[in-house]
Structure formats: structure tokens, C-alpha cells
């Protein structure tokens, strides 16, 4: 079974359709790329699961559960953890603050397992390769640096699934390649990772299982393998993702 499961998800934004019948499921310990032209629904199908957004059809379940109503803290704490495309951040705190806080929250709320916020934040910090930033305001860190504190904050909660909005935009090509890494090492972990991201050499590296979207439905899911050389894909985003 999968982790999290959307199943004929739509979303309607007055007469526009935004998604159509969208099934996108993500595997425990596995990371799952969603990939497809701007516009094409990513963001708001991360907004659907997330809570942002009701979708106006469709269900979404976690670990067998449905979440569809729940509000957005409700499914934090069931373990959806999110960075967002636009950077998020709290800009007059530094990095380590701006992690901890998130480990100081998940704490009011998981009872019977606590963490350490400071040596947890130490960690987080360690993981991501912040530690000789971590007494920077995030204002004046580099975008790429600052994507890695959104995710350290979304490490805090322990999720069971991260879902990253183009955290590699802003991050150099030695930094992609090590961040790719870290998301590896995560998934060993266990943890779940729907990847929405525009750099397909990561995409292709560190995915095992690709869903396309087009135009707010899916017309393609495999392996990378498999959709680099799908002729629907190819003609609606990567011969174009390629010749750029
Ligand atoms: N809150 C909103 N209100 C109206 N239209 C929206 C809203 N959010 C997204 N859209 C529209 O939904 C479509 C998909 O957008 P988005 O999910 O941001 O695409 P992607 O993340 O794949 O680039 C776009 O046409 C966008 O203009
Ligand atoms: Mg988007």
C-alpha cells in the first residue's frame, strides 16, 4: 500500500480546472517525482494535501486514512511536512531559530514523543550542511541555502511524508548534486518524498517512480527509464525541459 494516495483528485478555480481526475500515490521509503510544464497543477495538488486547498473532487488518503477534510495542522500532525515554492520563512530569525521553532511546535503536540528541540535542531542542521550558518539571519543567506532551512523545519515534525516544491531552484550544481544525496539518505530512512522539481538530471537520479502532469491531468507515470523516452512526455515538457 501506499503511503499517501490521491485518488480522481480535481480542483476547480471558478471555470478554470486546475486538476482532473489526478491519481498520484507516494511510496514509504521511496522518492516520487511530479514533474510537468508551469501551470501544469503541481503546486496545487501539494496545496490539496496539504490542506491549503479543498480539492472539489477526489479523496486523499494516509496510510489508508482518509484526510481529505482535515484541516492543515490535523495533517501535519498525521506527518505531512511541506516546503513551499515560495521561500517561507520567518526572515528576522536566524537559521537555527528558524528550525528550532518548528521543533518547539511539533513538541505541544506530540505528547508521548517529545524531542530534544536543541540537540534535534543540532542534528537538522548537520543533515542539511548548515551548521556554519546556523547563527545567520536566514535574510541574508543564499536562496539555495535558505530552501534547506524551510526543509530542516520540515524535518522537525519527523514527517512520514515530505513534499518539496522545487527546493533545488537557487541551489548550484555542486549543491544539487549533495542535496540529491541527502534526499537519498532520508528516503533510507523511511521517510516518503514527492519531489516537484524543473532539474531533471535530479529528477531522473534519485526518483524511483515519476508521475506526469500535463495541463491538471496525469498522461504519464513509470520509471525514469520509462518516461524520458515517452513520446506524450517528451512532447509536453522534456523535449522542451532538454533543448533549454
Ligand atoms: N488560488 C488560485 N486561484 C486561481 N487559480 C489558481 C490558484 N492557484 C493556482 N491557480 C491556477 O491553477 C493552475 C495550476 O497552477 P500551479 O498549481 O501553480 O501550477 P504548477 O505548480 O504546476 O506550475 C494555473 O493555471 C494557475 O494559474
Ligand atoms: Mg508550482
Request: hydrophobic fraction near 45%.
Amino acid at each position: 500500500m501506499a503511503l499517501l494516495e490521491c485518488r480522481g483528485v480535481g480542483m476547480r478555480f471558478g471555470g478554470a480546472v486546475a486538476l482532473y481526475n489526478v491519481d498520484v500515490s507516494a511510496r514509504a521509503g521511496a522518492i516520487t517525482g511530479l514533474i510537468g510544464p508551469n501551470g501544469a497543477g503541481k503546486t496545487t495538488l501539494f496545496n490539496c494535501i496539504t490542506g491549503l486547498l479543498q480539492p472539489t473532487s477526489g479523496t486523499i488518503e494516509l496510510e489508508g486514512r482518509e484526510i481529505t477534510g482535515l484541516a492543515p495542522f490535523k495533517r501535519a500532525r498525521w506527518g505531512v511536512a511541506r516546503t513551499f515554492q515560495r521561500l517561507e520563512l520567518f526572515t528576522s530569525l536566524s537559521v537555527r531559530e528558524n528550525i528550532r521553532v518548528a521543533g518547539d511546535i511539533r513538541n505541544r503536540w506530540a505528547r508521548g514523543a517529545r524531542v530534544d528541540p536543541r540537540a534535534e535542531t543540532d542534528h537538522v542542521l548537520q543533515l542539511l550542511g548548515l551548521t556554519a550558518l546556523a547563527d545567520r539571519d536566514v535574510a541574508e543567506i543564499p536562496t539555495g541555502m535558505a530552501r534547506r532551512v524551510e526543509m530542516g523545519r520540515a524535518l522537525m515534525t519527523r514527517p512520514k511524508i515530505l513534499l518539496l516544491d522545487e527546493p533545488a531552484s537557487g541551489q548550484d550544481e555542486r549543491e544539487t548534486e549533495e542535496f540529491g544525496e541527502l534526499l537519498l539518505h532520508l528516503c533510507d530512512e523511511g521517510t516518503a518524498i514527492l519531489l516537484v522539481e524543473h532539474d531533471v538530471s535530479l529528477v531522473m537520479k534519485v526518483c524511483s517512480l515519476i508521475q506526469v502532469l500535463d495541463f491538471g491531468s496525469i498522461i504519464a507515470a513509470g520509471t525514469p527509464a520509462e518516461i524520458q523516452t515517452d513520446q506524450a512526455v517528451l512532447d509536453a515538457y522534456l523535449g522542451e525541459e532538454q533543448k533549454a
